[in-house]
Nanobody, 116 residues
Framework: AQVVESGGGLVQPGGALRLSCATSETIIGIHEMGWYRQAPGQERELVAQFIGDGTPNYADYVKGRFTISRDNAKTTMYLQMNSLKPEDTAIYYC???????????WGQGTEVSVSS
């Protein structure tokens, strides 16, 4: 399956962006759907995720500001980012992971820059 992201860009501090991520086909046996980010010189880190059919998990640094959601078919997910801060600047990646062998499907990444 191909995974395509969209929605990044440049925004001022306090602004908002919505990222989208879609697969080209239904992925069978989904274990995780999540958003990750990687800032320059930093390791990739978890932002938010769904595990199975559970409620979302969020990294502490985005709680109350970011919201992850997905469609019923689990072929599209979103990340609504509000009250953005300069430290949110990073490349954002989406990922699907399957139960079987933990196969991962990554998006190509979308750049988010928060600056005045």
């Amino acid at each position: 399956a191909q995974v395509v992201e969209s929605g990044g860009g440049l925004v001022q501090p306090g602004g908002a962006l919505r990222l989208s991520c879609a697969t080209s086909e239904t992925i069978i046996g989904i274990h995780e759907m999540g958003w990750y980010r990687q800032a320059p010189g930093q390791e990739r880190e978890l932002v938010a995720q769904f595990i199975g059919d559970g409620t979302p998990n969020y990294a502490d640094y985005v709680k109350g500001r970011f919201t992850i959601s997905r469609d019923n078919a689990k072929t599209t997910m979103y990340l609504q980012m509000n009250s953005l801060k300069p430290e949110d600047t990073a490349i954002y990646y989406c990922r699907w992971t399957t139960w079987y062998k933990g196969k991962q499907y990554w998006g190509q990444g979308t750049e988010v820059s928060v600056s005045s």
